[in-house]
């Protein structure tokens, strides 16, 4: 392991490009320099692959699993059996940003769909002239009035696929990278894990070092939440996994493990074993390839009844890699002691009033009025029910005229708030926000004439709502 240094050295510092005396100078006084402090111990020889035979073995033992055991996964057959560099980055790629914070079987539709409408780099840089009409309002109002009639108002294709897939800024990211590529690097992506950081918008260490050793080969290591569990279980790490100084560990042991050969295939059965094998609860012990590797299997079978060395102990209460003295090993939990996390901060709770305005389209269909979010934040560039945040505590007769009164401002007429009718809550769990809708309704039987300085904003069927970029929230709402 490569041990941190001290930044420090003979008493200097730099700044302004020169270096700087960190003690004063007066005429006939001695200059005082100030020691640099130690530098941190490397991490006990138990937490680390020290043994070059038996990194060979868990390597060998590992890949010959994945062979027989990996799932088949339609990014997996891309990489596999594409030949062009570029187009077996991009398939890798798109998978990664997409298998953010998501669940492998609810992304494969979504990779399947995508890569048929956008299955090169040049296809997505395009992406943005490209329109869709399924969710656009295209016919007069009723009531004879030219609002609304202009050119139809249309939205990125991007947003629409991604709907319903969640952190929304992942698509945004992903189209805006692809342009770079090729605007800017002649469509070609960069061949290696520290190129693809630091050029493309949205790629981090991880979807880095991903594509680099499944499209190119490189010898890179990787570590998301299935690799951290497997490297804390199999080395006994009860530290924070998610402070910064154990992820450092984690990609050091992940880059002093990666099989030179076989790179992307060994990442991938890392992650794999994590994610089928190695789970965060019940995990299925007996069936793992590297068990024999397993420090925690190893401490759970034998502390009790061998006189094996505690691992806890390694660093007489002073290793940065054990779990904290107040926290010791839990013999009912077994190898699910690790990895260990800070308590996960709440989501906070807020309520939003949402407003479904319903009226009679051409040929008697109920329409919806939806608007368009901001193009930056929560569910950027979606479509949604008018909607308000309310302040906490609010009675039901205060909503109603909160409501009212930002429906007035926003539609230029007045609207009674007794007209409003409670349809019910909707809850929904982002990651960090406990979001209940308030749900209302308000029929309309006349034309309105909308703001154009306000968010773009359309008619639409129930049909073609279920088309349009709207989230999974909206269609709980409806």
């Given at each position: 392991m490569i041990q941190l240094r001290a930044a420090a050295a003979g008493g200097l510092r730099r700044g302004g490009g020169r270096s700087v005396p960190t003690g004063r100078s007066r005429k006939g006084a001695s200059t005082r320099r100030v020691a640099p402090p130690p530098a941190p111990a490397p991490p006990p020889a138990r937490h680390l692959f020290s043994d070059p035979a038996e990194v060979e073995a868990l390597r060998r033992n590992l890949l010959a699993w994945y062979d027989e055991c990996k799932r088949d996964l339609p990014w997996r057959r891309l990489a596999a059996a594409e030949p062009d560099a570029d187009r077996r980055a991009y398939a890798v790629w798109v998978s990664e940003i997409m298998?953010?914070?998501?669940?492998?079987?609810?992304?494969?539709?979504?990779?399947?769909?995508?890569?048929?409408?956008?299955?090169?780099?040049?296809?997505?840089?395009?992406?943005?002239?490209?329109?869709?009409?399924?969710?656009?309002?295209?016919?007069?109002?009723?009531?004879?009035?030219?609002?609304?009639?202009?050119?139809?108002?249309?939205?990125?294709?991007?947003?629409?696929?991604?709907a319903g897939l969640g952190y929304y800024s992942r698509g945004k990211r992903l189209q805006e990278a692809a342009k770079k590529v090729v605007s800017e690097l002649a469509g070609q992506m960069p061949r290696t894990a520290e190129a693809l950081q630091k050029l493309l918008p949205g790629v981090g260490r991880y979807t880095a070092g991903a594509i680099a050793s499944i499209s190119y080969?490189?010898?890179?290591?990787?570590?998301?939440?299935?690799?951290?569990?497997?490297?804390?279980?199999?080395?006994?790490?009860?530290?924070?996994?998610?402070?910064?100084?154990?992820?450092?560990?984690?990609?050091?042991?992940?880059?002093?493990?990666?099989?030179?050969?076989?790179?992307?295939?060994?990442?991938?059965?890392?992650?794999?074993?994590?994610?089928?094998?190695?789970?965060?609860?019940a995990p299925l012990c007996g069936e793992c390839p590297v068990k024999q590797h397993c420090q925690a299997r190893h401490r759970k079978l034998f502390s009790k009844s061998a006189p094996v060395p505690d691992v806890e102990d390694c660093g007489v209460g002073g290793c940065p890699l054990c779990p904290p003295a107040t926290e010791p090993w839990d013999s009912s939990l077994g190898v699910t002691n690790f990895p260990r996390k800070a308590a996960k901060k709440q989501p906070r709770v807020e309520r939003t009033a949402t407003c479904v305005l319903e009226r009679r389209g051409c040929h008697g269909a109920s329409q919806y009025l939806i608007v368009q979010r901001p193009s930056s934040g929560l569910l950027a560039g979606l479509w949604e029910f008018p909607s308000f945040p309310l302040a906490q505590g609010l009675q039901e007769e205060e909503q109603r005229e909160v409501l009212a009164d930002h429906l007035q401002a926003w539609m230029g007429q007045p609207v009674a708030a007794g007209s409003l009718q409670l349809t019910g809550e909707v809850v929904h769990i982002f990651s960090h926000i406990h979001q209940t809708y308030v749900v209302y309704s308000l029929p309309l039987h006349g034309d309105i004439t909308l703001d154009p300085a306000l968010s773009p904003s359309r008619w639409v069927t129930e049909k073609e709502f279920h088309a349009s970029a709207v989230s999974t929230a909206m269609k709980k709402v409806l």
């Open positions: 298998l953010q914070q998501t669940q492998v079987a609810t992304v494969i539709d979504y990779y399947n769909r995508w890569m048929q409408k956008w299955p090169t780099l040049q296809a997505l840089a395009q992406a943005s002239l490209e329109v869709s009409t399924a969710g656009a309002w295209c016919c007069p109002c009723p009531h004879g009035s030219s609002s609304n009639t202009s050119p139809c108002l249309l939205e990125q294709e991007v947003n629409e696929l991604w080969g490189q010898a890179t290591g990787v570590v998301d939440g299935n690799v951290i569990r497997v490297l804390c279980r199999l080395r006994c790490i009860g530290a924070d996994s998610s402070s910064a100084a154990v992820i450092d560990q984690l990609w050091d042991m992940a880059n002093a493990l990666v099989d030179r050969s076989r790179p992307g295939d060994f990442n991938q059965a890392l992650m794999e074993l994590g994610a089928t094998v190695c789970v965060p609860k």
